[in-house]
């Protein structure tokens, strides 16, 4: 169990007793109103990653380098949304841990991330083989020898 998910309401209650001792149901009143305030905020933030989300293709991604570029460990996956704009393409189980989601861009280079308990702790960055060159061919704008 995370530590967070206990301190956070533990905090907002000592806050209210606080409040309480020092200025009684004013005081009560003001903090809770801070902290649904508090609440509302990340709620919207939340809806609005996801709606924007909604409206791209599943699994999609503009660049694929600028996404492996900007992860780093421990990202929430909420983040890594409203980073790509869109949901990832889910490879594991449902309710599986650990969660793998895949991001495709249009040069079909494709980022593909691990969360465990919704926080990133691995990414994969693979880019397309090229197809139609033969196997000893130089690579396009190469001089040839």
Aim: net charge positive.
């Amino acid at each position: 169990m995370q530590l967070k998910k206990i301190l956070v309401p533990v905090g907002g209650v000592l806050l209210l007793v606080a409040a309480y001792r020092a200025y009684r149901w004013p005081g009560v009143a003001l903090v809770a109103g801070g902290l649904v305030m508090w609440l509302l905020l990340h709620f919207n933030r939340m809806l609005h990653v996801l709606k924007r989300a909604a409206r791209s293709p599943v699994g999609y991604v503009g660049s694929a380098v600028m996404l492996q570029a900007r992860l780093k460990p421990g990202l929430p996956l909420l983040h890594v949304v409203a980073l790509t704009r869109s949901l990832g393409e889910q490879l594991s189980a449902p309710e599986a841990q650990p969660e793998q989601y895949r991001w495709t861009d249009p040069s079909e280079a494709s980022v593909t991330c691990e969360f465990v308990q919704g926080k990133l702790v691995r990414w994969d960055f693979r880019r397309p083989a090229a197809a139609d060159a033969p196997a000893g061919a130089p690579a396009a704008g190469t001089p040839a020898p």
